[in-house]
């Protein structure tokens, strides 16, 4: 209670001072040059690079979030240019080197703001790390380190307290976001590579994925002060127990390392899924990969199911592919002539392949019950080019347009009826 009033007094008595007014003038007026030069500076900025939708972490994203710190900026060099040419006089200037650490603070928050797009570290930034600076600015932290560090339990060997946790937690949070960025940069470099296949691209970069997540979580603990063996024996009943909770996860996981070093699927693979899933394969991720479909819809498949489960690969060697018409002529046609141009319409088609081993064929089928049933077969040397539908719906018209000019028929089922009993009304009389 003492100290509470103590702290109004000398409030009061820093109220009553007219060298308090003069430093809250003289804040007023550096504050209001720095809004100005501030403004100055973000449109030459602005001159340079036109705001658009630049590249999360590009030269142009920082330059461009970079406006939000002018003003802080300006202002604590302002302060801190005053605090070192005011000499003797400095002592006298206690509203200046106040206002000057909660600047800093200011502009670490807006740094937060400005640079990091993890809310998890934005908060972990505001609820933590601002406070922590505040705290150390006005040299606070070290009690609040002590009181925080007197409270806790003992497990083992280690001493748990708030502050260990909140240390830890914080830690953590920080080193796997770094590990994002650092893994987000050398996916950029290894994508790159045009010498080193796509497979194989994935498999690195989930291996450094799963070695950087880890590295960075045991520093982040150990940086904490958490002896790691004095945990062997939680973290293995742990891992037991989230093993059990998590087979599939683990399962579809493992499935897609085997995927990646087997090479049996591929980023634009076509492939059908045995439950009837047909598209390319766009993404091989860690737990699940994602297959666009034909009418557009991406599907995510667990990895698992590429493993334990029956998957036609249409490209899985080549980007070749086969596709089949069957056509039907009527019986009073010239069938060879309907074979000529049969096959001539998968020949004079743009796409068709003219690879020995794969240039167009023509069977004659069957003798159906309304028609002779012929079979073409030509092959498109890259699906991904021009698609099977579209190839097949190509030919198909080339046939109907030749099929018309030459007066051949493409019949229809028909039935013969014989009535062995009518009604008389329906017997026609002469």
């Not at 100055?40 to 970079?66: K, N």
């Not at 400095?90 to 650490?101: G, Q």
């Not at 096959?343 to 002779?372: F, I, M, N």
């Not at 099929?403 to 014989?418: A, C, G, S, W």
Request: charged share 20%.
């Amino acid at each position: 209670m003492q100290d509470i009033t103590k702290l109004f007094a000398q409030s009061a008595e820093l109220i009553m001072q007219i060298e308090t007014y003069y430093q809250l003038a003289g804040l007023v007026a550096i504050f209001v040059v720095s809004y100005l030069l501030s403004r100055l500076v973000r449109s030459a900025i602005t001159a340079i690079y036109e705001t658009g939708h630049e590249v999360t972490y590009s030269y142009e994203w920082f330059l461009h979030r970079s406006g939000r710190l002018v003003f802080p900026v300006i202002a604590v060099l302002i302060l801190e240019a005053i605090d070192l040419f005011s000499g003797q006089i400095s002592s006298t200037l206690y509203l200046f080197d106040a206002v000057e650490r909660v600047t800093l603070i200011w502009t670490l928050w807006v740094m937060l703001d400005a640079f990091i797009n993890n809310n998890i570290v934005r908060i972990v930034g505001a609820w933590v790390l601002v406070p922590a600076a505040l705290l150390r600015l006005f040299g606070l932290l070290e009690p609040v380190i002590t009181r925080l560090n007197s409270y806790g339990f003992v497990i083992g060997d280690v001493n748990i307290t708030p502050y260990l946790i909140i240390k830890a937690i914080s830690l953590v949070v920080i080193l796997v976001w770094l590990g994002r960025m650092i893994s987000r940069s050398l996916k950029g470099c290894i994508r790159k590579n045009e010498d080193i296949s796509i497979t194989t691209q994935e498999l690195i970069i989930k291996i450094f994925d799963i070695f950087l997540l880890i590295s960075f979580v045991m520093i982040a603990l150990n940086i904490a002060g958490i002896d790691l063996t004095a945990l062997a024996v939680f973290s293995g009943a742990f891992g037991v127990g989230l093993g059990i909770g998590l087979q599939k996860i683990a399962s579809n996981f493992v499935s897609g390392i085997i995927l990646l070093i087997e090479k049996s699927v591929k980023i634009n693979n076509l492939v059908i899924m045995d439950d009837g899933t047909f598209g390319h394969v766009r993404k091989l991720g860690a737990r699940a990969s994602v297959i666009e479909a034909v009418d557009g819809r991406e599907v995510m498949v667990p990895n698992e199911d590429f493993i334990t489960s029956r998957v036609s690969n249409l490209t899985y060697s080549n980007n070749a592919i086969r596709v089949d018409i069957p056509v039907g002529v009527s019986y009073d046609t010239d069938l060879r002539f309907a074979y000529d141009l049969i096959l001539q319409a998968a020949k004079g088609y743009e796409h068709a392949s003219t690879k020995a081993g794969r240039l167009p064929a023509c069977y004659l089928r069957e003798y159906g019950d309304s028609s002779v049933n012929f079979m073409l077969t030509f092959w498109v040397d890259d699906v991904n080019v021009i698609g099977k539908w579209s190839a097949q719906s190509d030919v198909m018209f080339i046939i109907w347009d030749s099929f018309k000019k030459n007066n051949i028929e493409i019949p229809f089922p028909q039935r013969d009826v014989h009535l062995r009993t009518a009604p008389e009304n329906l017997l026609v009389k002469n």
